[in-house]
C-alpha cells in the first residue's frame, strides 16, 4: 500500500492543536488479546507493516493504518456526496506478546500522516523510538518526525521539523543544508532510555558541496543533551549500532543508495561499494572514524546488529555471502563467505549463534560463524501476513530486510517495504 495516492486535509484548529495534543495517544479502546495474525487478515486492506522490535520479552511492530474520512459541507455539516474521502496515513503500533496475542495496538491521529517508516529501536525500559518520514498532501517532505512512546503505547515526547532546510545568507555567502539521502535516518535507543538519531546532511556553501554526519542524542525528556556533526564523503544507506559492552555508538557509513547503483550503470562505470566506520561514546567523544577499512573492502553491508561481548555483527556479500564479527574499533575478528548469494538480515539466536536470511533460505551459523544448517523459508513458515495490493504492483519477491528473535527457536521476518510479514520456527 505504499504506493497508494494519499492525502491529508487538516483544519486551523487541528495544526493549532497539534503542540498541545501531542502528549495525547488516540482515544481508541483497549482491545484485548486478539491474535495478531486475525488483526493482520482482518485489516488487511488497510494497513502497511513497515518495522518491527524487540520489545522486553514481547515485541513491537510499527505500521501505517488507512483511513478514509468523508467530506463535510462547513455550510450544513453534511457528507459531500460529490467528493471522495480524504485518506488519513496514521501511525499504527502493535505491542505483542510471544505467543502472538495482541497486548495493546494503537493509533496516533494527533500525529502527521506517515509517508515512511525510517527507524525504530526499542530501549531496556520498554520505550520505542521512532522516526518517520512526514506525508503533506501528494508529497513527502524531508523533515521527518521524531518521537517515543513508553511500554503502554502513550506519547512520551515528539518532535516535528528535527532536520530543518535552510537557506540564509552569511557575509554574502548564500548556504543551504538539506538531508543528503533518507536511507542515512536511522534511530537507536540510547543507554540512558533516550534516543539517539543519526542522519546525514548536504551543505552548499558558495557552490561548495560539503557533506555531515549528524549524532544528536536526546534525553528521555525528549531534550537535546548533545549534538555531533563529522565531515564525511559517505551518504549512502546508514546503520547504527548501540554497542553496550564497549559504551560507544558505532556508525557504519556506506556509499549504497536508492539510485547509486542507477547512476553508476548510467555512467558505464561498476559499482563499488564502500564503507565507513564512525565510534562516538556516550558523551558524544569520536572513539575513531575509519574510511574504507581494507578489512571490509568490497562488502555490500545489508544489515548490522549488535554481538555479545563488545563486538559487533556486519552481513552482506562480496563475491558471495558474508558475516563478519568486527570489534569495537572496527577490526575484523572473523568471517564466513561460504554460502552463494548474499545475506539480507541477521539475528541473534538464543544459543548465542546467528540466523541469517539468504534469499529464499535461511542460515544458520554457530557463535564462531560456521555454518550449522540452512533451511526454506517458505517450509518453516508458521504464519504469514501478506500485502497483496502491494505485491500484485512489484517486479517479483522482495528480499528479508528485518529479522528478529521472538521466543525460542521462533523469529519475525520482514520482507522489503512490508510486502510480507512471516513467522518461523527453526528446528535443528
Known sequence: MLAKSSCIVLSTRSIACWISAILLVSTSACFGAENLWDVLKRESKGLDVLALDSLAGDFALVGVKYLEIPWVSQENSEVSPLLPPVVRKQLYIF???PN?????????PVLPDVQEIFSIDATFDQRVCIVFGEQRGQEAILNPVLLQVDGAGKILWARRNVISSLKVNLENAESAEEIANLDTLRVVASSANGCLLAFVSRQFINQAENYLLHLIH??????????KTLATEMYGKLFLVDNKAADQYVVIQTNQSRDAAIEA???????????????VDYEGEVLFQKVNPGSLSNVWVKDVIDAPGDD???AGKTKSAWIGQLSSNGKVLSYNDAQEGEFNAVSKTQSGGYLLA??????????????????????????QFVNQYLMDRLPGEMPVEQMILVHHNE???????????LKVRIEK
Open 358 to 383: 539468504r534469499g529464499n533460505n535461511l542460515t544458520l551459523l554457530d557463535k564462531d560463524q560456521k555454518t550449522f544448517s540452512s533451511q526454506k523459508i517458505q517450509a518453516v513458515t508458521t504464519h
Open 100 to 108: 502472538d496475542a495482541v497486548v495493546w495496538r494503537q493509533t496516533y
Open 411 to 421: 523469529y519475525l521476518l520482514l520482507h522489503e517495504l512490508g510486502s510480507k510479514l
Open 312 to 314: 559487533f555483527i556486519i
Open 265 to 279: 550503470m548510467m555512467l558505464g562505470m561498476p559499482f563499488i561499494p564502500q564503507t565507513s566506520l564512525v565510534g
Open 95 to 97: 505491542r505483542v506478546a
Open 218 to 227: 536526546y534525553l528521555p525528556d525528549g531534550n537535546i543533551r548533545w549534538h
